[in-house]
């Protein structure tokens, strides 16, 4: 054999070892998309009954939140109902409660300072008795 028969015999050599080097890693990947694949395929299957739970829950969750909307209206109704009637109260038996209030306070006012006059003015007339029984004793003495 020649030197270039050697040569071509070292090349094809090398040649194959290098394809049985990639083959393999391509091997070893090929499994690893086929088990990516199965988990794939087990995550969809898994996932689709989630999914349309989920789409259930938001269906019943959007029919709460309607009835909530509507009791939240009515509610604001109530409370605008509500500040009408007291509105009309103030306007209609605010003043005369106001009136009457007054009314019995310069009444009560008006006795307290009357009883209070009344007190001083028994106090001064039995101080002044007091004041006479005493000159008078003084004199008879």
């Known amino acids: 054999m020649s030197a ?19 083959a393999v890693p391509l091997l070893k990947l090929g499994r690893t998309l086929d088990e990516t694949t199965l988990t794939i395929r087990q995550v969809r299957e898994q996932s689709q009954p989630i999914l349309s739970q989920a789409s259930t829950t938001v269906t019943h969750v959007n029919a ?3 009835r909530v ?12 109902n509500v500040a009408a009637l007291t509105s009309v109260f103030a306007a209609t038996l605010g003043s005369p409660l106001i009136k009457v ?6 009444v009560r006012s008006a006795a307290r300072k009357k009883r209070e006059g009344q007190a001083v003015a028994d106090a001064a007339a039995r101080d002044k008795a007091e004041r006479r029984a005493r000159r008078g004793a003084r004199r008879a003495a």
């Open 64 to 66: 709460n939140l309607e």
């Open 69 to 80: 909307d509507d009791i939240t209206g009515n509610a604001a109704n109530v409370s605008s």
């Open 101 to 106: 209030a007054a009314f019995s306070y310069g």
């Open 4 to 22: 270039g028969e050697w040569a071509g015999l070292i090349a094809a050599g090398a040649l194959v070892l290098l394809v049985v080097l990639v």
